[in-house]
């Protein structure tokens, strides 16, 4: 006789958890309690404030638990196995998108990048301080007249004798203020190529970038090269053409697959804990056909987004995730969590847009994770293509 069926769990009502062996249980509990401890009693706050004041201190306690480069493996990172890495993103996120953002940039776009394609002495230099946090890495790759299309990006290289020198402008670059180093992708006469700029080099700077309205709990910065020389020894030597920085992204997109459908079970779980208790009409909100319409609906897409991140993320690990995989899954769950969010808003009336509740901070985060790592219509452009055969991206 099969044992019965566990009780329904609200929670986690497909049994998803039943997937996860006991590693990846340990994972994402020690991201969990840590999140609850050291982000969740501030985060209103910061992102009130539109700043990360501690956002040095976080770096070093999220290397003290392995959550930075956290799949690389050697030179003090944690060697964890994809799955893991997508449970830390989810859990990050569960508290605030800033939080996961500073994570996936510093271990899947700056520490990815050196570890693929740095030499030994790079990899030496700057791998086990970014792994311990005390040192942040940043990723300029998008300039102020090119985004989506970083093909056309003007930032340039030259060669002087045996050095490089840089000039050019990076927008919107994670992390740019408080990084120690920069990966910065530039044209070349041999093709787009990275360099690794450290903060303090003359000619460079990386002014913050004010007045957002979504992800205020993380550092935004532009990336400013005036004449930056740089020795022979500072471009990454094991990459040469766009395929450097597109390999990284489809990493950190990876992340975001999990980290959105965080964002999304907080909100749930906040609409849900509310339409229990709030009472309208003599009755809890959440006894209403209308409301539980509602969370029934957020429910399905929260997890089947997690079943869905839980199925890249075994690929992954069996090396068998195709980038159109990760766009897939990009897509899908920002896209689903953005929704789940919005609604979660609407069951708290209201309160929905206080910084009491965390739904309306996770929704308007969403709006970057949306556009950043590539726009929803950039992977509606790259499925288009797998599924036609035909490239639009040019019209
Ligand atoms: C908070 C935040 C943090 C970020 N962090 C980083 C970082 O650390 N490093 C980094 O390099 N970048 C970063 N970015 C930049 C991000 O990756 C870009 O914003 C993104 O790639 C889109 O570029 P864009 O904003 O220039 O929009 P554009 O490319 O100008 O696009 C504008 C609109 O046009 C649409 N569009 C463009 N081309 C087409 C087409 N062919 N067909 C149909 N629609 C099209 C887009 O989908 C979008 O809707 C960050 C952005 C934000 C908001």
Redesign the pocket.
């Known amino acids: 006789m099969p044992a019965a069926p566990a009780a329904f769990d609200p929670h986690d009502p497909l049994g998803l958890d039943e997937l996860l062996g006991p590693e990846e249980l340990a994972v994402r509990d020690t991201v969990r309690q840590w999140a609850a401890d050291r982000v969740l009693p501030h985060v209103a706050d910061w992102y009130e404030r539109g700043e990360l004041p501690v956002v040095r201190e976080l770096a070093r306690e999220l290397g003290s638990i392995g959550a930075l480069g956290m799949q690389l493996t050697g030179y003090g990172c944690a060697g964890a196995s994809a799955v893991q890495y997508g449970l830390a993103c989810l859990e990050l996120e569960a508290a605030d998108s800033g939080i996961r ?1 500073l994570v996936s ?1 510093q271990g899947s ?1 700056a520490m990815y990048a050196i570890h693929r394609y740095g030499s030994e002495e790079q990899k030496q230099q700057w791998l086990p301080a970014m792994a311990a946090g005390e040192v942040i890495g ?5 300039e102020p007249d ?4 970083p093909a056309a990006m003007r930032t340039r290289a030259k060669r002087d004798g045996s050095d490089w020198v840089l000039d050019g402008r ?6 740019g203020s408080v990084a120690g180093v920069a990966v910065v992708w530039a044209r070349t006469d041999e093709g787009v190529r990275g360099f690794l700029v450290p903060a303090g080099t003359p000619g460079f700077s990386a002014p913050e970038i004010r007045h ?1 309205w ?2 205020r709990a ?1 550092v ?1 910065s532009e990336l400013v090269l005036d004449g930056v020389r740089l020795p022979a020894d500072a471009v990454l030597p094991e990459v040469t053409g766009l395929r450097g920085p597109l390999s990284c992204l489809n990493h950190a997109r990876y992340g975001i697959v999990w980290g959105a459908v965080g964002a999304a079970r907080a909100s749930f779980e906040a609409a849900l804990d509310y339409a229990r208790s709030r009472e309208q009409f003599g009755r809890p909100i959440g006894g209403f056909q209308l409301t539980q319409a509602k969370l029934a609906d957020m429910a399905l897409e929260l997890h089947k987004g997690i079943l869905l991140a839980h199925h890249l993320g075994r690929r992954m690990d069996a090396g068998r995730l195709r980038p159109e995989q990760v766009s897939f899954g990009k897509l899908n769950n920002v896209r689903e969590a953005i929704e789940i969010c919005r609604t979660a808003r609407t069951v708290l009336g209201a309160n929905g847009i206080s910084l009491e509740y965390p739904v309306m901070r996770h929704a308007t985060n969403l709006e ?1 994770v949306l ?8 992977h509606q ?1 790259v499925l288009g293509k797998a599924l036609t055969g035909i490239d639009a ?3």
Request: proline share 0%; aromatic share 12%.
């Open positions: 953002s940039v776009l940043c990723f300029g790759l998008t090119h985004g989506s299309d990076k927008m919107w670059i994670t992390n957002k979504s992800l993380s935004t970057s556009t950043y790592e590539g726009t929803v219509e950039m452009l991206f040019r019209g």
